[in-house]
Structure formats: structure tokens, C-alpha cells
């Protein structure tokens, strides 16, 4: 890539995520020599307009939320990534995005020109599986919206002799 169009590698993070996602995603973006692009979305919120890098402006669904300006990125999940990518020899940056996890990934990564998009898989349980089965995998509806690669880190596999949680019986 031209300096004017650096490499990139987006990154889903949420608060609570395990520490896995991101550092799986330091390996890539080294690899890659690319800058790693932390997303956050905001599913409470939805965006008014996009800015050149990716970021947007958005304001809450909640009508009664009297904060009408942009929340920005979470900030207890900055302190966090900043803690866990020092040193790790990794150009980084966050964004803070609003609406559906899988579109806004999908267009910050469109804007960006990013090389791939890499999220964690949902935790093994009952409750993650039926989250998943009614709102579906933000992996798959990646997979199937837009060209890049998306890389699936998983969290906690179910091994094969192992029923996975929504198979009942």
C-alpha cells in the first residue's frame, strides 16, 4: 500500500471482550505491517455523519438521553487497549461507531480500505447461542456482505465430541 493508503487490520473490541481478540489481531497487523484499527460500535446509538477516517457523529436512540452529543470511544475500553498494546511494537488506533456491529464494521472498513476485519466469536453457552441465532453472527453477516476477509478468533471452541449449546437432544 502507498503512504497515502496505509494497510490495515479493523479489530471489533467491546468492553469485557477477552484479551485474546486484540492480541490475535496485533499478530495479524504485524505480520501485515498495517495499522491496527480498533472499532467499537455503539449499538445504542446510530450515526448522523461519517468523517474522512472512519469515525462518525452519532446521538442516542433513546429520546429521553439528554447527552445529544457523540459519546465517543468508551473510555474504560481506551485505558484498557492502551494497557494491553503498549510495547507490543504496533501502530494502533481506535474508532467509535454506532448502529449495527456488522454494518458499521463493514463500512469503516470499506472507508478505511482495510485489508481484513477480525472478531471474536460469541462465548459457548446457551445464551450466546440463542443471541446468535436471533440476531445472527456478526462473522457471518460479514462474510456474506462485503469482499475482504473476515477472521473469526474463537474464544472458547466446543471440542467435536462435545455437543455445541443451541444442539438440544
Known sequence: M??????????GVAPGQRDAVVLQAVGFASHFAAELVCAWVDAG??????HPDGSMSTL????????????GFHPGLRAHLESLLEGRGVAWSTRALAGDPALALGRLAETL????IIVGTRESSIRGG??????????VRLAHR???????????PVPFDERLPWEFG
Not at 2 to 11: D, L, M, Q
Not at 113 to 116: K, L, P, Q, T
Not at 130 to 139: N, P, V, Y
Open 60 to 71: 442516542s436512540f433513546d429520546p429521553d438521553n439528554t447527552d445529544l452529543a457523540d459519546e
Open 2 to 11: 502507498t503512504a497515502s493508503h496505509p494497510a490495515r487490520v479493523i479489530v
Open 45 to 50: 446509538r446510530y450515526m448522523v455523519s461519517e
Open 130 to 139: 440463542l443471541q446468535a441465532f436471533f440476531t445472527g453472527s456478526i462473522a
Open 113 to 116: 480500505g482495510a485489508s481484513m
Open 146 to 156: 462485503q469482499h475482504r476477509p473476515v477472521v473469526m478468533i474463537p474464544l472458547a
